[in-house]
């Protein structure tokens, strides 16, 4: 007998949102080595959003895939950040097209009054840092999971 698959519908697409530190703190440990094009980031400053399309590491089916035996999975995934006021970034050069960014944290810096900075830290001494409102932020799946190409895990995990 065949393994449950996907389309047999027990695992739905993640569609979270996070209001709040705490909550982030979710979204990130799902996000956390995620790889993306620089080409999939999109800020637009007249709606004050900020997303990415990422190619996700499904953290919350490890252990199932280990138990089963079968292959780890990614799935992409659309983050996206509202009440951006401002984007700065390190280390992340658009002009350089080919360039594909990884990852490792998203993490909050509180301001006063709900607002602060949401970081995304990149691989190889990369950053984004957006200025925000309020924690707005939201990880929704756009594609069935596909096989990691890497057959591998990341070797961390938060």
Same mark, same amino acid.
């Given at each position: 007998?065949?393994?449950?698959?996907?389309?047999? !519908?027990?695992?739905?697409?993640?569609?979270?949102?996070?209001? !709040?530190?705490?909550?982030?703190?979710?979204?990130?440990?799902?996000?956390?080595?995620?790889?993306?094009?620089?080409?999939?980031?999109?800020?637009?400053?007249?709606?004050? =959003?900020?997303?990415?399309?990422?190619?996700?590491?499904?953290?919350?089916?490890?252990?199932?895939?280990? +138990?089963?035996?079968?292959?780890?999975?990614?799935? +992409?995934?659309?983050?996206?950040?509202?009440?951006?006021?401002?984007?700065?970034?390190?280390?992340?050069?658009?002009?350089?097209?080919? *360039?594909?960014?990884?990852? *490792?944290?998203?993490?909050?810096?509180?301001?006063?009054?709900?607002?602060?900075?949401?970081?995304?830290?990149?691989? !190889?001494? !990369?950053?984004? =840092?957006?200025?925000?409102?309020?924690?707005?932020?939201?990880?929704?799946?756009?594609?069935?999971?596909?096989?990691?190409?890497?057959?591998?895990?990341?070797?961390?995990?938060?």
């Amino acid at each position: 007998m065949a393994d449950a698959t996907f389309d047999d !519908g027990r695992e739905a697409p993640l569609n979270l949102g996070a209001f !709040g530190a705490e909550d982030l703190e979710i979204i990130a440990s799902l996000a956390q080595d995620a790889v993306f094009p620089v080409t999939e980031i999109s800020w637009r400053p007249a709606e004050r =959003r900020f997303a990415l399309l990422l190619n996700r590491f499904r953290w919350e089916d490890k252990d199932a895939a280990e +138990q089963r035996g079968r292959p780890y999975e990614r799935v +992409q995934s659309v983050l996206v950040v509202d009440q951006v006021l401002s984007v700065a970034s390190q280390g992340v050069d658009r002009k350089e097209r080919d *360039l594909i960014l990884s990852l *490792l944290s998203l993490s909050f810096e509180p301001g006063s009054d709900g607002d602060g900075h949401i970081v995304l830290t990149l691989a !190889g001494d !990369g950053a984004i =840092r957006l200025a925000v409102e309020a924690v707005e932020v939201t990880l929704r799946d756009v594609t069935r999971p596909y096989q990691a190409p890497s057959g591998q895990a990341p070797l961390h995990e938060t």
